[in-house]
């Protein structure tokens, strides 16, 4: 559900500039206000699982959810279904890293760790794309509005579940309160620096109000790694987590990987009905390949498990869908989903699901259990944020190279340059994960905090070979 929703709209984007009055850059805070809240307040919501019960936070980030949800789907004006927008996000960040870590802490190491996180990634990618064959069947033919109407009987089967399936458990011992400024502080910074970039179509890189507003973002960036590390309380992500090499690598993979994968399905979507004029149910089924692509590749990425390391996928995925992408750039004006969509989204999509199980491995495993929830939502939040700051740039992008004119030559324009940056982004995931990450296995839990690390010993395998 919560993947799904951040590709859900993109197929209604055009309906939903027509009905509420959008602008066309204003349109992408549609996805900016879920992406930001959702990215920017992981970190609060990962400490928060660990701190006040996985389960607690589940079941409220649910309920709040599918409330915002049905407000989004009655709004009148754009500041409406953007504040709606913007709950999502808070309920998203509330339930996404209670969720994973209830996975890290059920499943041991091993063959149920590989396949619990399989199907978890096969799910949480094929939401993702299904979310524009659903956005857009229900646009075409329920309107606009049932695309946020959707989440509510979901979230509702999804809480019903969870309080009944889950079990409670105990939160970890408790030390100081969350470090809420530090939250305050990491989202109001990336808010301010995607504004920042999505208004060089007004003004300049080289402005006073653009080299302003990039100024102030950092500021409160390097404000929020200051309390972070002098905060009494407790601080949103202990800062030695980075010198983990598979923290700090799976994290700076998913940041580049979510900025190329948010933006090409912001681009395609609006390349199959823009340019060549696909209806919005049909530009949802054009998706349906991509969606089982993914399924296909995270399939993979179990069976090779037990015999690959985790950086081998990852890299494979990574230079996969970077080739994906290189072709997606190659569409034209006069173009057909059989020549321009159909075979790069199944190389792309089949990369993109081989990364997906492997890296949230690597991401989670060596973390101590009383810091699970705190992985998880970093891993989250850089996938949002990286996606954030890349349909912001790549979208201005575009549309600066599409200029004025919204001629379907014009537009294809654009789109194919969006479209090529992504496979650049793709393939430095793919030399960030073969330069940062381990040859094999996790490091060693760092994670007692306050406690010195210990000499590394040579790292076992994430995963068993097969009897």
């Known amino acids: 559900m919560v993947s799904l929703d951040l590709s859900v709209v993109n197929v209604g984007l055009p309906e939903i500039a027509a009905g509420l009055g959008f602008s066309a850059v204003g349109l992408t805070w549609v996805i900016h206000a879920y992406a930001l809240t959702f990215g920017g307040l992981l970190l609060l919501g990962g400490k928060a699982a660990d701190r006040y019960g996985r389960k607690r936070m589940l079941l409220g980030g649910l309920a709040l959810f599918g409330a915002a949800s049905l407000l989004g789907g009655f709004a009148q004006d754009p500041g409406q279904l953007v504040a709606a927008r913007a709950a999502q996000g808070v309920g998203a960040a509330a339930l996404a890293p209670a969720a994973l870590a209830l996975l890290t802490t059920t499943f041991p190491e091993g063959k149920a760790r590989v396949k619990a996180f399989g199907v978890w990634s096969a799910t949480n990618a094929a939401g993702g794309a299904l979310g524009v064959l659903v956005g857009g069947i229900l646009t075409e033919y329920a309107g606009w509005r049932w695309v946020m109407f959707v989440n509510v009987p979901m979230a509702a089967a999804a809480l019903a579940l969870a309080w009944r399936g889950v079990p409670a458990g105990t939160a970890a011992a408790r ?167 159909l075979g790069p989204s199944l190389v792309a999509s089949v990369g993109f699901g081989m990364c997906l199980g492997p890296l949230v491995s690597v991401a989670t495993a060596g973390v101590a259990p009383h810091e699970a929830g705190t992985a998880s939502g970093l891993l989250n939040s850089s996938r949002q944020i990286g996606a954030s700051l890349g349909l912001a740039a790549l979208g201005t992008a575009a549309h600066d190279r599409t200029g004025d004119a919204v001629t379907p030559g014009a537009l294809n324009d654009g789109y194919a340059l969006g479209l090529t940056v992504c496979a650049v982004l793709l393939l430095a995931a793919a030399l960030i994960a073969r330069a940062v990450l381990p040859r094999t296995g996790t490091t060693a839990p760092d994670a007692q905090a306050g406690q010195p690390e210990a000499e590394p010993e040579e790292e076992p395998e994430l995963v068993p070979a097969r009897d």
């Open 175 to 341: 030390g100081g309160r969350p470090d809420a400024l530090g939250a305050v502080l990491a989202a109001s910074g990336m808010t301010l620096l995607v504004f920042g970039v999505v208004r060089t179509d007004r003004y300049a890189w080289t402005s006073a109000v653009t080299l302003g507003t990039l100024a102030a973002a950092l500021v409160l960036l390097a404000a929020f790694v200051y309390v972070e590390h002098t905060t009494a309380r407790e601080p949103l992500v202990r800062l030695g987590l980075f010198t983990n090499r598979s923290v700090a690598g799976a994290n700076a993979f998913n940041l580049v990987v979510g900025a190329g994968m948010a933006s090409s399905f912001y681009f395609m979507s609006l390349y199959l009905q823009r340019v060549l004029g696909t209806g919005a149910a049909m530009t949802g089924l054009m998706f349906l390949p991509f969606a089982l692509g993914v399924v296909a590749g995270s399939v993979v990425a179990v069976k090779l498990g037990y015999r690959l390391p985790p950086r081998t996928l990852m890299l494979v995925g990574a230079l996969l869908t970077a080739a994906g992408f290189a072709w997606f750039g190659l569409i034209s004006a006069d173009g057909t989903f059989l020549t321009d969509v």
